[in-house]
Structures are given as C-alpha cells and as structure tokens.
C-alpha cells in the first residue's frame, strides 16, 4: 500500500462546477499537510497548506480529518485556469522529507 | 519569499556523459534540499535528501555512485547524473523549505534527455 494514496482521476468537470478531491496516508503520525498544483511538464507549486480547523482560500476550500487520516480539497466554481493535477504531500514525523501522492488530473472545460 | 532556482532547465546529451544539475536557494538558506525525478505521467519519486555539509540520504534503489550529491554550501546542492543512459531521461526537480513543518518551494526543474 502506498504511504500516500489519492483519487485516481481524472476528473473532468464543466465550468463553475465544484470538484472535491480526498486523500489518504497511513503514517498515523504526519504532521504537516499540503495540496500542491502542477502544470504539464511544470514543477509543483504550493496551492494551500492544509491545517486541523480546515481553511479556505478563495475558491478552494482544505480539510483534515486525523481520526480517518485523509485530507481533502474543494473546489468551487471551477476555472478553466484550474486544469492541472493535483498533488497531496504530506510530510512524515521524525524524517526530513514529504512524500506524494500519484496526482489527481483534473480537467475544466468550457 | 523562498524561491528556489535550478539550472539548467533543459539539458540534451550523449550517452555516457555526465550532466550537473544546479539547485539554489535564493533567498534563504537551506540545510536540506530534496532530488525527485519524474517520469511522464507518474507522480514524482523522491531520489535523495541533501544534506548540507555531510553526506547525502539516498532512497532505496538509487544508485549513489550513479546519482552523485554535493551540498558544498546553504545555498547550494547539486545533482550530477555520471554515464548517463536513455533511461536515466526524466525530469528532475529540486526542492527546499525554511523548516521541517514548512511546505516545499520547488526549482522549475530540468528535463534531461539522453541520446
């Protein structure tokens, strides 16, 4: 089983819809959590850093669930602008590095 | 705040050559820095953590001696593919972050292609 796992996609989704995307890790004791995007043949950028009391940003909304260990991302009103994949990372207690999920390919269109 | 720079960002080479990559932090200073490789359509696969100073951490199945790391200064680590093959083609991409619970900033990562 993979340390990280997310929803496999893709996702394609009209304009203005809301998509949401979960995903789960195993390491009980993770501590810090992000959604990141990334273009075809880009590297990732960070989209939100995802805390405990859940935030929201805009139109994209994260939420952390430790009991069942998976986080979440919203989306709302989609943009064709958000076409990308997205990438969970968490980042695992007591080793200096994150691990990724595989990526969740979502496309918008018009 | 926190950008990362790497170069080059495209590189093509022969077969059996060697290829350095840079990564720099730029505005701060990094202890650690990440190498990840990327293969088309797969999700990115950590290689190695940098380590300023001391020897780098490598990931189960990556080659050291192939996949050499040097973090000489805080600022600065770099990868160097040595005999590189066709199938070492891939996009590379450095990482950095201003603290173990801050996020990455990555640099805009190098697509190597071996001939």
């Known amino acids: 089983r993979k340390e990280v796992e997310q929803d496999p996609g893709p996702f394609n989704v009209p304009e203005g819809a809301t998509v949401a995307f979960n995903c789960t890790y195993s390491?009980?004791?993770?501590?810090?959590f992000f959604w990141y995007r990334q273009d075809c043949r880009k590297e990732p950028k960070l989209l939100m850093s995802?805390?405990?009391s859940g935030n929201e940003d805009g139109r994209f909304t994260a939420q952390l669930n430790r009991a069942s260990q998976y986080i979440s991302l919203l989306i709302r009103d989609s943009k064709l602008s958000d076409s990308a994949t997205y990438l969970c990372?968490?980042?695992?207690?007591?080793?200096?590095?994150?691990?990724f999920g595989a990526g969740t390919r979502l496309t918008v269109k018009p | 705040g926190a950008v990362v720079s790497q170069h080059p960002s495209r590189v093509i080479c022969k077969s059996g050559t060697s290829v350095k990559i840079e990564c720099r932090s730029l505005?701060?200073?990094?202890?650690?820095m990440f190498w990840y490789r990327q293969f088309p359509k797969q999700s990115l696969m950590l290689m190695a953590t940098?380590?300023?100073?001391?020897?780098?951490?490598?990931e189960q199945g990556v080659e050291k001696d192939k996949f050499l790391i040097n973090h000489a200064s805080l600022t600065l680590s770099t990868l160097t593919v040595t005999s590189a093959h066709p199938e070492d083609s891939s996009f590379y991409i450095c990482?950095?972050?201003?603290?173990?619970?801050?996020?990455?900033?990555f640099g805009n990562g190098t697509r190597l292609t071996v001939t």
């Open positions: 990482s950095a972050r201003l603290g173990p619970s801050s996020p990455l900033h």
């Open positions: 390491n009980s004791a993770s501590q810090s």
């Open positions: 995802v805390y405990s």
């Open positions: 990372v968490v980042n695992r207690k007591n080793n200096n590095d994150m691990r």
């Open positions: 505005d701060f200073q990094a202890t650690t």
């Open positions: 940098s380590n300023e100073g001391s020897k780098a951490t490598y």
